[in-house]
């Protein structure tokens, strides 16, 4: 990534640009503005304006444009995967499964919001009988999401479909290192809507995403490290703007001693070395009962045996799309060997300038910064525990709570039920990122709020309740009419609803 100033046309006053790089080779994918916060005001108030437009619609014609979209992305599919995979050094296929599973969310977003936001009858209650009450989520308005570099099509998407569901227009900052792909994503909707305002792309670095925090936007949705999650609250506290965060995680996966070894450390060397090790909710640490410690890291050793890190069509892995997160990468391993963590593959030479080749530990002591703190990179911690109490105690002694799997025959809901995350899944990894139904999003040091789901539906909307009266009450207790005979009768009625011992059926 870098930056240049180049001159408008007309105006001739400067404007700031800066390139995306491909992070395998280095060279350039897209040039693109640097947007002030100016840019950022005015985009808003376009958004602000179309919201007009995007927000009276009904939720079948809404949903008919997201439906339409979802097709031109489908069938451009090729297009964008290799975009991308240019844009973020990731394989093709792993470039394609992201925008797929994106799709899906799209899909169902569209076809689900009507059911999940629309008005819908709720009980009155015997003292307020009388009353009809109807609840319904209604649109914020103009939405803003900055998305992260990792997985710059689902992740983002997450936000930007259902916000665009639920009836609000979207300001979307891309991160820095995959703007093009951002852009993408906007044109092509925007060739949808007739290029009305309704999805909109701002470009630049953290100054940009600053501005698009204190505009006039009526909610945040961020994605990103839990350092600059917390810029992000502190800039948007300014309007009491409210947030989404999704940050970042240290989820573990709990092998225990029933579990499909086999099964188990595919899993696991999925979950921690696809895309170079660079999903939020990806493993990072894994804990075996001892009686199948031996044999699961075998297992995972032998499956690993040709995976490695490089740019041709033979290597599964890709680079490390950010570089700065190198040197935190090589940090993590060299204070592991140093505390007395052993060498299964990879290790202190893995780190290269570009490439992070696989790296699995083994007996990594628990304070050390690969148990720790957050890697991400292609590195997995595998260590062995005497009982599934201790797996899930080490599990959750961490201060962040995003997801996490467990695999065992006999008693996975159990485990998972234990684990303080917001995501699990059982004998499978990252599953639940699948299921457009699901709730998406951490605890504690990884955030808060949903997206995906009903849940992810409601987050870009405000609940709206109505009541309606059908007849006149019994009793009218909100009057100065009210006498002492009718607060003795109240206080009769609901000493006989709850007053006395009730039993749950």
């Known amino acids: 990534m870098t930056a240049t100033i180049e001159p408008t046309t007309g105006s001739g006053v400067p404007t700031p640009t800066f390139d995306s790089l491909n992070p395998a080779n280095g060279d350039v994918v897209g040039s693109h503005p640097i947007a002030s916060p100016a840019d950022v005001d005015a985009a ?94 209604n649109a914020l308005g103009v939405v803003g999401v900055i998305g992260p570099w990792n997985y710059p099509v689902f992740t983002p998407m997450g936000s930007i479909a259902y916000a665009l569901a639920a009836g609000n227009t ?22 949808v809507v007739g290029g009305r305002a309704v999805l909109q792309v701002v470009t630049g670095m953290g100054e940009t995403g600053n501005a698009l925090c204190v505009a006039d936007v009526d909610k945040l949705a961020f994605t990103g490290s839990g350092a600059t999650g917390k810029k992000v609250m502190a800039a948007c506290a300014q309007n009491l703007t409210p947030v989404v965060i999704e940050a970042g995680g240290k989820d573990s ?45 075998k297992e995972i050793t032998e499956q690993a045996k040709g995976l490695r890190a490089g740019s041709d069509s033979g290597a599964k892995i890709g680079p490390i799309t950010m570089p700065s997160q190198l040197k935190v990468i090589k940090s993590h391993i060299d204070d592991a060997i140093a505390k007395g963590a052993t060498v299964v593959m990879g290790g202190a030479d893995a780190v290269g ?3 992070v080749q696989p790296t699995i530990l083994t007996h990594v002591p628990e304070d050390s910064s690969a ?54 899944s059982v004998n499978s990894v990252i599953a639940f990122a699948g299921v457009p139904a699901l709730p998406f999003g951490g605890v504690g040091e990884s955030g808060f709020g949903r997206i995906h789901g009903a849940d992810g539906l409601k987050e870009f909307t405000y609940a709206k309740a109505i009541t309606r ?18 607060d003795a009768r109240v206080a009769t009625l609901i000493t006989v609803l709850h007053g006395g011992k009730q039993t749950l059926k």
């Open 44 to 137: 808003v108030a376009r958004s602000r304006e179309a919201a007009g437009w995007w927000g009276e619609l009904s939720f079948d014609e809404r949903a008919e444009y997201l439906l339409t979209w979802r097709s031109v992305i489908t069938r451009r599919i090729a297009q964008l995967a290799d975009l991308s995979h240019r844009e973020t050094g990731k394989p093709h296929g792993d470039a394609q499964l992201e925008i797929v599973l994106a799709i899906d969310h799209i899909a169902w977003a569209a076809k689900n919001a009507k059911k999940v936001l629309g008005s819908h009858k709720v009980s009155s209650g015997l003292l307020m009988a009388n009353q009809a009450a109807t609840v319904q989520y």
């Open 170 to 191: 979207v300001v979307f900052k891309p991160s820095e290192y995959t703007p093009t792909v951002g852009q993408w994503l906007a044109d092509t909707f925007t060739e």
């Open 253 to 297: 996966l709990i092998v225990d001693e029933d579990a499909d070894l086999a099964k188990a450390a595919e899993a696991a060397l999925w979950g921690g070395m696809s895309n170079a090790g660079q999903t939020c909710i990806g493993t990072e640490r894994v804990y075996v009962h001892e009686s199948v410690f031996d044999s699961f890291v």
């Open 353 to 355: 300038e570009r490439f």
């Open 371 to 424: 148990i720790t703190d957050e890697t991400f990179g292609p590195t997995l911690t595998i260590n062995p525990v005497s009982s599934m109490d201790e797996a899930v105690r080490l599990t959750n002694a961490t201060s962040y709570g995003l997801a996490g799997a467990v695999f065992s025959e006999a008693k996975g809901m159990d485990i998972a039920r234990r684990v303080r995350a917001g995501m699990t």
């Open 469 to 486: 009266q059908k007849f006149k009450p019994v009793m009218m207790l909100t009057s100065f009419a009210r006498d002492a005979k009718l």
